[in-house]
């Protein structure tokens, strides 16, 4: 058992929508993604997904509409649902998802990210 500090696991890293394993609960990995830009329009099957704003605001782009999520703040995917995240300046998030979650669910891209890395 040891404290993470997220300043720290973000310092780590400039890349965005690459994310990074910083912790393990149960079946899920705890990541650390940046984000800026326009992400990609996905769902996923079976994976409910936790976006949990520690910096910068993300606007979380439905079908029927946007959720704005502002640091300090996290919004809750349910599985199945479309969503395409997007940040005008960059953003510094947490997610908390099943072990089995690609970055972009239904879609395979340039953007997929296969392999994980943990830091």
Known sequence: MNTVNLRDKFAL??????PRIIGEVNDCHV????LKGEFVWHHHDNED????????TLRMQFRDRTEV???GEFLIVPHGVEHCPLADEEVHIVLIEPKSTLNTGNITNERTVAQLESI
Do not use: H, M, R, W
């Open 69 to 71: 999520i502002n640091e």
């Open 49 to 56: 997904e936790l976006f949990l704003v520690t910096k910068g």
């Open 13 to 18: 890293f400039s890349d965005y929508a690459k």
């Open 31 to 34: 990541k650390a993604v940046k």
